[in-house]
């Protein structure tokens, strides 16, 4: 699983909201699109993340800007891409889900309500959906 987010502090949350939901898998992190592009450019089809986790709102660029990228590049538009987000905007919501994504989630403000969060996308993204992809779970 790849998360781009800028803000190490929501990363180090989210890192420990997966382990306490029981999630074992990898996270890698980017902390913009350079960064994310880079992790991307260096993975083969073997070892690319089953489920990038976007942020929208990302320092001195949008998330959905990366996501149109990503969806419009053969190399990454099969990977399911889920936007994270505080906006519950429905122009938000809209955007993202024109320009590609397969989900978007609003971040809860508590941290109880992120494990349960955390929980449900990595069981659908990480065991029902690959699943569906592949022989064994991702």
């Known amino acids: 699983m790849l998360l781009?987010?800028?803000?190490p502090g929501e990363c180090e949350l989210f890192r420990q909201a997966l382990t306490q939901s029981g999630y074992r898998g990898a996270l890698e992190v980017a902390d913009g699109s350079l960064a994310a592009l880079q992790y991307l450019a260096g993975r083969t089809t073997d070892d690319e993340p089953a489920l990038i986790l976007l942020d929208l709102k990302l320092r001195g660029e949008r998330g959905v800007d990366l996501l149109r990228q990503l969806k419009g590049d053969n190399r990454y538009a099969h990977i399911?891409?889920?936007?994270l987000s505080s906006s519950d905007d429905a122009e938000d919501i809209r955007a993202c889900y024109q320009a590609g994504a397969n989900g978007?989630?609003?971040k809860p403000g508590r941290f109880d309500d992120l494990i349960s969060l955390s929980l449900h996308i990595w069981k659908f993204w990480l065991?029902?959906?690959c699943t569906r992809r592949m022989a064994t779970p991702c």
């Not at 781009?4 to 803000?7: H, R, T, V």
């Not at 399911?80 to 936007?83: A, E, G, N, S």
């Open 4 to 7: 781009i987010d800028d803000s």
């Open 80 to 83: 399911p891409v889920v936007m």
């Open 104 to 106: 978007y989630v609003v």
């Open 127 to 129: 065991e029902h959906n």
